[in-house]
T-cell receptor, first 109, second 111 residues
Framework: DAGITQSPRYKITETGRQVTLMCHQT?????MFWYRQDLGHGLRLIYY???????DKGEVPDGYVVSRSKTENFPLTLESATRSQTSVYFC????????FGSGTRLTVV | TQLLEQSPQFLSIQEGENLTVYCNSS?????LQWYRQEPGEGPVLLVT?????EVKKLKRLTFQFGDARKDSSLHITAAQPGDTGLYLC???????????FGTGTRLKVLA
């Protein structure tokens, strides 16, 4: 099915562990984005990518790493998870407006 | 710094009532979009407005972009429980590639 898919939907991890959130889109959109959504802060941009092998920092990049070796995939890695990274993470791609995935709810304990 | 202010933050109304949600900024936007987000899902695009003064209608939803392209409103006529959700405005600041989201309006429509 066409669209943007995120995995996993839910993840619980321990402080200090590395965790990777996956994002896959089927449209070949050039731009892809990672946001986190927290109460009181709304959606905040973590990283974005204009094309394969081109990535740039957003508003809150610290503690996160991204890569984009293929146009359709844009994984987000938390190098050493902290409790403050507990959040809902959304991946999006940009065609006519943004299309969002269903999100990954990450809990760091 | 939050550049897109939405009001109200929360709204609880009865089915059949009308409501308006506002999205305001001191910045000029080249385009502005409205999204609706339901629990456990990502935001879904409702509409894009690009011209100052533009009005778009989507069934019972009416979207307006301010003449100066600094503000927008969403009006819902005869709200239904299915309209319940988080409404987000988002826009591209004119002259930049910066795309920002408002903090959202959480709407609950009671049957």
């Amino acid at each position: 099915d066409a669209g943007i898919t995120q995995s996993p939907r839910y993840k619980i991890t321990e402080t200090g562990r590395q965790v990777t959130l996956m994002c896959h889109q089927t449209w070949s959109h050039s731009y892809m984005f990672w946001y986190r959504q927290d109460l009181g802060h709304g959606l905040r941009l973590i990283y974005y990518s204009a094309a394969a092998d081109i990535t740039d920092k957003g508003e809150v990049p610290d503690g996160y790493v991204v890569s984009r070796s293929k146009t359709e995939n844009f994984p987000l890695t938390l190098e050493s998870a902290t409790r403050s990274q507990t959040s809902v993470y959304f991946c999006a791609s940009s065609g006519y407006g943004y299309t969002f995935g269903s999100g990954t709810r990450l809990t760091v304990v | 710094t939050q550049l897109l202010e939405q009001s109200p933050q929360f709204l609880s109304i009865q089915e059949g009532e009308n409501l308006t949600v506002y999205c305001n900024s001191s910045s000029v936007f080249s385009s502005l979009q409205w999204y609706r987000q339901e629990p456990g899902e990502g935001p879904v695009l409702l509409v894009t407005v690009v011209t100052g003064g533009e009005v778009k209608k989507l069934k019972r939803l009416t979207f307006q972009f301010g003449d100066a392209r600094k503000d927008s409103s969403l009006h819902i006529t005869a709200a239904q429980p299915g309209d319940t959700g988080l409404y987000l405005c988002a826009g591209v600041i004119s002259g930049t590639y910066k795309y920002i989201f408002g903090t959202g309006t959480r709407l609950k429509v009671l049957a």
